[in-house]
């Protein structure tokens, strides 16, 4: 039992990138030799492959309800090129 | 905002740092894409991935920033966008081989481990994303979600781990999913 949840560990280690070399080849080593090992192993890779898919999902919807107005991300020379010719409009249709 | 403000806001997690981006290059980076033939939707989809991306990059704590930012995601953008295009030349030469065929069978079966990550209460999903995707020290996500300490995040974290693993096992019978 406590040698099961062990190997848990160094599994979830490794995908999360926190193992040391030394485990790291334990568990390369476990997959080649021992195909239960290796099942738990693929499984796990896609339990956290779709834990950052759902939070990468989450960030792309929080992304998605953000309303850019056209304004918001227009060079500021170009607002001021704008605000100056609507200001001579407006002068010129005041002679006319 | 400065991008080194910025980078700080995003080494703490804070996401408003994320929505700032998006406003202030959506416009450059959206123009990149539509200038390109793409068209305006596939520009907002290949923008927002690559700020996840930049997201993803900023946060892992390896990233060496030797640019602006903006030069940064934009070369992201480019690369995301070249990508699609290959994809998409692909398709219509209707190539197919047994890779495509395996990514398949592994995005449905992430597709259900979704369903039951969205089963899980919203603190157990925060943690786990946060550990997982966001590389979150629980240090951190202790503090991001108010708890006294970090053992309570560890503790928690594994529980909620525990859970989703259930949750994905009984979804399966041995002979489905384990050989």
Request: glycine content about 2%; overall charge neutral; proline content about 1%.
């Amino acid at each position: 039992m406590s040698q099961n949840f062990d190997y848990r560990q160094l599994i979830d280690d490794y995908l999360s990138g926190n193992i040391s070399v030394q485990n790291k080849a334990v568990v390369e080593h476990k997959i080649a030799t021992d195909p239960e090992f290796r099942s738990e192993f693929d499984l796990q890779k896609n339990v956290i492959n779709a834990i950052r898919e759902s939070r990468r999902l989450e960030l792309k919807n929080r992304l998605d309800n953000i309303h850019v107005h056209w304004y918001h991300s227009i060079p500021q020379s170009w607002k001021i090129a704008a605000s100056v010719s609507v200001a001579t409009l407006t002068t010129i249709s005041a002679f006319i | 905002m400065k991008d080194s403000e910025i980078l700080a806001k995003i080494s703490k997690g804070d996401e408003s740092a994320l929505d700032y981006l998006y406003k202030k290059y959506y416009r450059m980076m959206t123009k990149l894409v539509i200038s390109n033939s793409g068209t305006e939707d596939e520009a907002r989809d290949v923008y927002q991935d690559a700020l996840i991306v930049f997201w993803e990059k900023a946060r892992s704590g390896k990233l060496v920033m030797t640019s602006k930012i903006s030069t940064f995601i934009y070369s992201i953008c480019l690369n995301l966008w070249r990508k699609e295009l290959e994809r998409k030349s692909r398709l219509s030469n209707e190539e197919k081989d047994d890779v495509e065929y395996q990514d398949l069978e592994s995005e449905e079966r992430e597709r259900i481990i979704r369903e039951c990550i969205n089963e899980l209460g919203d603190t157990c999903r925060r943690i786990l994303m946060y550990y997982y995707f966001d590389g979150m020290s629980m240090n951190d996500i202790a503090d991001k979600l108010g708890y006294a300490n970090t053992d309570t995040a560890k503790t928690k974290k594994y529980k909620c781990k525990k859970r989703l693993d259930e949750l994905v096992k009984s979804k399966y019978t041995a002979s489905d999913f384990m050989d």
